[in-house]
């Protein structure tokens, strides 16, 4: 007797990731208000101000969403490479004249609009191993990191991790080397990458010491109310 399948939410994985993106987005919106209704009470604000600029945010990124969902991702090809070389530029120009915020310099301020260039290059690192990776599999080429694609993205890492924001910085890196292992990257090089990878997660914690307190803190959140 065959067993039926299970009805999911979702028609096909195009819809399954726009579910998994609402959840996203409202875990998010969740998070923003309950970290920062006291701070906005205690700037004489309404309890809602932050909230209300995350949602306008998100509006707009629902509007630019709609846009690019009705465009055929294959002409993304055509201007990844001077997207690239512009959020490149971006991040070396955050490095020199970015606006420092609470110790970190990643943002550009436009009177009163103002964005992290390192946000583009989450897309644009994605982008980057899509095209090349899907290149090699269609063409039956061998899979490997020692590229000048993932140099760039490399490159990328780097100037993020300098502002210093290392938990994008390894979303910058890491997911691309999560599409490396899905495109069939050999087991004992990706156990290697792992390897490296922790070893620059350990470096990154003593450059920062900071970031090993925040571990402590997780694992006895008492100690820092």
């Not at 996203?24 to 600029?53: Q, R």
């Not at 920062?208 to 571990?215: A, K, S, T, V």
């Amino acid at each position: 007797m065959l067993i039926p399948k299970r009805k999911l939410p979702w028609g096909s994985d195009h819809e399954a990731i726009v579910w998994l993106m609402v959840v996203l987005l409202v875990v998010g919106m969740v998070n923003v208000f309950s970290s920062t209704f006291i701070t906005a009470e205690n700037e004489n604000s309404a309890p809602y101000a932050y909230l209300l600029k995350h949602l306008i945010s998100m509006g707009i990124g629902f509007v630019l969403f709609a846009m690019s969902w009705r465009v055929d991702y294959h002409k993304w090809r055509d201007w990844l490479g001077p997207v690239a070389l512009s959020i490149a530029a971006l991040l070396l120009f955050v490095l020199a004249a970015g606006t420092v915020v609470n110790g970190a310099k990643r943002w550009i301020y436009l009177g009163a609009f103002s964005f992290q260039p390192a946000e583009f290059a989450k897309i644009c690192s994605v982008m980057i191993a899509a095209y090349i990776l899907s290149y090699r599999v269609e063409h039956k080429l061998p899979v490997n990191i020692l590229n000048p694609q993932y140099a760039f993205i490399a490159f990328l890492f780097v100037a993020v991790e300098m502002e210093p924001d290392m938990g994008t910085a390894c979303v910058i890196l890491g997911i691309p080397i999560v599409m490396l292992w899905m495109a069939g990257l050999k087991t004992y090089k990706l156990q290697r990458l792992v390897l490296v990878g922790l070893a620059a997660v350990v470096g990154m914690c003593i450059y920062q010491p900071y970031r090993l307190e925040r571990i402590k803190v997780m694992l006895d959140p008492w100690s820092d109310a």
